[in-house]
């Protein structure tokens, strides 16, 4: 290894020690309520998008 991959890995290993990735819990459930919702959101656009392009198809063709 070179003095700079050493140097790398000690700070990694150091960093992550000391917290750097602490920030590692349990996800709120409001986190999950707000994700869920959006997902529900951009699938009931994206499929009303689907339905009306589907409908209007024939005419919106000649535009």
């Known amino acids: 290894m070179t003095k700079y991959a050493?140097?790398?890995?000690q700070w990694l290993k150091n960093r992550i020690e000391e917290g750097g990735a602490s920030d590692r819990g349990?996800?709120?459930?409001?986190?999950?309520?707000?994700?869920?919702?959006a997902v529900a959101g951009a699938l009931a656009i994206?499929?009303?998008?689907?339905?009306?392009?589907?409908?209007?198809?024939g005419n919106?063709?000649?535009i």
């Open 6 to 9: 050493i140097r790398l890995s």
């Open 26 to 37: 349990d996800i709120s459930i409001t986190t999950i309520i707000i994700w869920v919702a």
């Open 46 to 57: 994206a499929g009303t998008i689907g339905v009306v392009l589907a409908k209007y198809n």
């Open 60 to 62: 919106l063709a000649g």
